[in-house]
């Protein structure tokens, strides 16, 4: 059985927020944020730098050119969809290091970031270029 400390660094390990993710692609550390859903949800609304895998098309050939030293974390619209956990769990099985986003594209807009495509949004927009 894990002790309560245990699972907080556990949990710490395997999800990360939205101000993480974007302090991570702000100062270059090293990190791809996977979009797990559909292609079209993509095109609509996306975190920027983020690529589209969709959960499922994850496998051995969509990730081949994939680096399995940086971080990546999953995302989806929010609490009501497991797109990110699939994918996770598939990036783990295939050997990537990876964490979930917690609350996805929908907490990512009401802590108040930009998205791209079709329908995004005005906020706080990424300056690393990335």
């Given at each position: 059985?894990?002790?309560?400390?245990?699972?907080?660094?556990?949990?710490?390990?395997?999800?990360?927020?939205?101000?993480?993710?974007?302090?991570?692609?702000?100062?270059?550390?090293?990190?791809?944020?996977?979009?797990?859903?559909?292609?079209?949800?993509?095109a609509k609304e996306h975190i920027p730098a983020a690529i589209n895998i969709p959960h499922r098309t994850i496998s051995e050939?969509?990730?081949?050119?994939?680096?399995?030293?940086?971080?990546?974390v999953t995302y989806c619209d929010g609490i009501g969809c497991n797109a990110s956990t699939k994918g996770a769990l598939k990036m783990a099985r295939l050997g990537f290091k990876v964490k979930e986003?917690?609350?996805?594209?929908?907490?990512?807009?009401?802590?108040?970031?930009?998205?791209?495509?079709?329908?995004?949004n005005e906020g706080k927009t990424l300056t690393c270029g990335c």
């Open positions: 059985m894990i002790d309560q400390a245990g699972f907080y660094e556990a949990k710490l390990n395997y999800e990360t927020d939205s101000w993480d993710v974007y302090e991570a692609l702000e100062n270059s550390e090293g990190i791809i944020v996977i979009d797990a859903r559909s292609s079209e949800a993509y050939e969509t990730t081949a050119r994939l680096d399995k030293s940086i971080a990546y986003l917690l609350g996805g594209l929908d907490w990512w807009k009401r802590d108040g970031y930009a998205t791209e495509g079709s329908e995004g």
